[in-house]
Every structure is written in structure tokens, then in C-alpha cells.
């Protein structure tokens, strides 16, 4: 069975695993330090958007998490957040690829949904030239990033394996 | 009033306009600054129509360049080096 690759600080690679986010985990976020004004419980039992959890494989612990809408021809990323032990800044950064893999997983989704990988989403301001350095992601209007057929597949085929 | 409205919407910068969306899309109107886990944000309430329109005309783009033949031999291969990707890994499709 495949899995994603998560890259711990070390240099060391753990498996990882993408599941969906259950009600309890959700709630219990906010406890664990992640960011207040989103409440990921809000997406449990949407139709249009679920949410998912990275986890490393025998644990469970939740690494990021992402929330995504199935369009016509595209997939639309809702909300992506990383453990706030995950965050670049923490002094204490455990694993350094968990938007790589998140976004990595969504794209992979698109795939499976015939939308031929492209990926749309909403950076935070100040990210738009990470998105576009890092993942090749393109500038849309009203704000929007996207990555393509060609950037996604890039993306999935350095983390899955 | 609506007019008094309209000016104070605008007087917002879009960086502030996008974050007090994301709040009322989540249900939070408090004023904290969003962490730096987050790295990406619910879009404005009411907009994604014209998101997903965005997104039809980026693709439409990708067809107009490449012309509709060359661009779906493209999206025809990139779809077989998935499968074929896929297939390696021992998923079939």
C-alpha cells in the first residue's frame, strides 16, 4: 500500500496516512494549541466539504489537516492548517513537509476525481510567493492559486510512494 | 446608508477583507491575528461562484494556447504518466 512520505527535522522519513477528520478529533483541535478563529467541527457532516488528518502511520497524533470541495472541474482547498508544533517558526518544528503532503493529497484526489489535477485554493497573504516558488502554483484573479496537471503530478510523485 | 456601507467596505484592504471572511466563514468575529499554521484561508462568503467561474476561464486559457488538440493530448498524457505512476505503486485505477 502507498503511503506519503513526512520528513521529520533529522532528516529521517516517516510513513504517513490520510484519513478524514472525525467530529471528536475536530473539536479537540483548539485544545492542542491550533488556530483559534477556525473551527474545523464546522466542515464535520457538510456535504460540499469534508476534512481530512495527516497522521504517521501507527499514530495518532494529527500532523496537519486539510479541508477540500469536489468543483466541476477542479478540486477547491477550503482550509489547510499544520500542527502548531508543524509551524516553520516553532522552535521545536517536528516534521517539515506537512503542506507539501496535504496539498500533495489534494492533488491526488483531483486525479481520482477526473479533474486532471488542478487544484485551486486561497493563500494566506503573505504566502503567495511561497506557493508560487515552492510549488510552481500560478496566480489566478479574485485572489485565487492554482496548481496544474503537470505541477500537480509534480508534487505527487516527490512525496507518495 | 447603503452608500455609507459601501465606503466603509471599501476603505478595508483586501489583505483585511479576505481575513474578516474567513472569520465569518468559521463563525469567529473576534480580531486575533491568524497563526502562521494556517496557510490556507476559507474564501469571502458569497464568492465562490465566481471562484469556480475563475477557474473554468484558467482552464479555458490552457485550451485557447495550446488549441483544443494539443491540449488534450497534453491532459491525455499527464493522466497516463499518473496512471502509469499509480500502477508502479501497485494502485490500479
Same mark, same amino acid.
Given at each position: ?161 | ?10 476603505? $478595508?484592504?483586501? =489583505? !483585511?477583507? /479576505?481575513?474578516?471572511?474567513? @472569520? ?7 480580531? +486575533?491575528? *491568524? ?17 469556480? $467561474?475563475?477557474? =473554468? !476561464?484558467? /482552464?479555458?486559457?490552457?485550451? @485557447? ?7 488534450? +493530448?497534453? *491532459? ?18
Amino acid at each position: 500500500m502507498p503511503h506519503w512520505k513526512l520528513k521529520h527535522k533529522s532528516g529521517e522519513i516517516y510513513p504517513a496516512k490520510i484519513e478524514v477528520l472525525k467530529l471528536n478529533e475536530a473539536k479537540a483541535l483548539k485544545d492542542h494549541g491550533w488556530e483559534q478563529p477556525f473551527d474545523w467541527s464546522l466542515y464535520i457532516g457538510l456535504q460540499s466539504t469534508t476534512p481530512y488528518k495527516l497522521l504517521i502511520v501507527g499514530n495518532n497524533i494529527i500532523q496537519g489537516a486539510v479541508a477540500y470541495q469536489i468543483k466541476d472541474d477542479h478540486l477547491f482547498i477550503d482550509l489547510l492548517e499544520s500542527a502548531p508544533f508543524n509551524r516553520y517558526n516553532h522552535p521545536q518544528r517536528e516534521f517539515v513537509n506537512v503542506a507539501d503532503i496535504l496539498l500533495g493529497e489534494v492533488c491526488l484526489q483531483s486525479f481520482f476525481h477526473n479533474k486532471d489535477g488542478f487544484v485551486s485554493f486561497i493563500p494566506k497573504s503573505k504566502l503567495y510567493s511561497y506557493y508560487a516558488e515552492r510549488f510552481n502554483a500560478k496566480l489566478g484573479g479574485r485572489g485565487l492559486m492554482y496548481l496544474d496537471s503537470v505541477a500537480a503530478l509534480r508534487l505527487i510523485k516527490l512525496y507518495y510512494e | 446608508m447603503e452608500r455609507q456601507l459601501k465606503k466603509t467596505f471599501r476603505s $478595508l484592504s483586501p =489583505k !483585511k477583507k /479576505r481575513l474578516n471572511a474567513s @472569520r465569518t466563514t468559521s463563525g469567529f468575529r473576534g480580531t +486575533k491575528k *491568524i497563526s502562521d499554521s494556517v496557510m490556507m484561508i476559507p474564501p469571502l462568503p458569497g464568492s465562490e461562484r465566481s471562484l469556480e $467561474l475563475e477557474m =473554468k !476561464k484558467i /482552464r479555458e486559457g490552457y485550451v @485557447r494556447d495550446l488549441g483544443v488538440s494539443d491540449y488534450e +493530448k497534453h *491532459i491525455l498524457k499527464v493522466n497516463q504518466d499518473f496512471k502509469s505512476f499509480m500502477a508502479e505503486k501497485g494502485v490500479r485505477l
